[in-house]
Each structure stands twice: as C-alpha cells, then as structure tokens.
C-alpha cells in the first residue's frame, strides 16, 4: 500500500514555521506593552512616594517641583510609548491571525486531500478484494 503524500507538504510546513514566527512576534510586542504599562506604573508610585515626603523649605519644594516635572516628562513619554507599542501588538495580532487562516486553509485541504486518498485506497482493496473472491470461485 502506497502511502499518503501531499503534494504542498513544504508549502503547510513553511506556513506552520510562518504562523509560529508571527505567534512569537506578537507575543515579543505583548510582552514589550505590557513592560512600558509597568514601567508607567513605576513612575505614578514614585510621584506618589515623593509627594508624601515633606517639603519644608523653600530648597526642598523646589527640588520636589523639578523631581516632578521630570516624572511627569517620563510619564508622558512612556505613553507615547505605550500608544507606539499597543500599535505594534495590534498589527502583530492581525499579521499572526492572518497567518494562521493561511495556515489553516492549507490544513483543511491537506485533510480533504487525506480523506480522497483514504476512499480511494479503500475502493482499492475492495475491489482487491472482489477480485480475489471472484477468482477464487472461478478457479
């Protein structure tokens, strides 16, 4: 009994090897959204730890003045950051999503073409089989 082959093997497993690539890229820019949403966190709890320290001369206020006015620049460039990151993950998603239908439409014509083989080569040795009965009675 031959064995099953299908012809755009190479093809669905360069598919699966791009579908795992863009799985991975979306993954790298979750990771990285998620890495500037903590980072923003950082700088919330630092303005915070530095708002409840008392500014008792007028040295100390306007250190806390700078001190602030700098976490809220970092502030605001990590949500520029962040808008650039969640972009980029949203891209990666669709580009994975389109890779994956790519992927799966080629699956699905490997299963149709599997499941043609297996009737064929189940025709095949019934009518195998019919033979070797006919000539069995014959002989």
């Given at each position: 009994?031959?064995?099953?082959?299908?012809?755009?093997?190479?093809?669905?497993?360069y598919?699966q090897?791009?579908?795992s690539?863009?799985k991975?890229a979306?993954?790298a820019?979750?990771?990285?959204r998620?890495e500037?949403?903590?980072?923003?966190?950082?700088?919330?709890?630092n303005?915070?730890?530095f708002?409840?320290?008392?500014?008792n001369?007028?040295?100390?206020?306007q250190?806390l003045?700078?001190?602030l006015?700098r976490l809220?620049g970092?502030?605001?460039?990590?949500?520029i950051?962040?808008?650039?990151?969640?972009n980029?993950?949203?891209?990666?998603?669709?580009?994975w999503?389109a890779?994956k239908r790519?992927?799966?439409?080629?699956?699905?014509?490997r299963?149709?073409?599997?499941?043609e083989?297996?009737?064929?080569?189940?025709r095949?040795?019934q009518?195998?089989l019919?033979?070797w009965?006919?000539?069995?009675r014959?002989?």
């Amino acid at each position: 009994m031959v064995n099953f082959e299908f012809g755009l093997q190479r093809v669905l497993d360069y598919r699966q090897m791009e579908e795992s690539w863009a799985k991975d890229a979306y993954l790298a820019s979750r990771a990285e959204r998620v890495e500037c949403e903590q980072t923003i966190l950082e700088v919330i709890v630092n303005r915070s730890e530095f708002l409840a320290q008392p500014a008792n001369t007028l040295g100390e206020r306007q250190a806390l003045e700078r001190m602030l006015e700098r976490l809220d620049g970092e502030e605001r460039a990590h949500r520029i950051a962040l808008e650039v990151l969640a972009n980029e993950e949203e891209q990666a998603l669709q580009t994975w999503h389109a890779k994956k239908r790519d992927l799966e439409s080629l699956v699905k014509l490997r299963e149709a073409e599997f499941e043609e083989w297996s009737i064929e080569v189940a025709r095949r040795e019934q009518r195998e089989l019919d033979e070797w009965t006919s000539m069995r009675r014959t002989g």
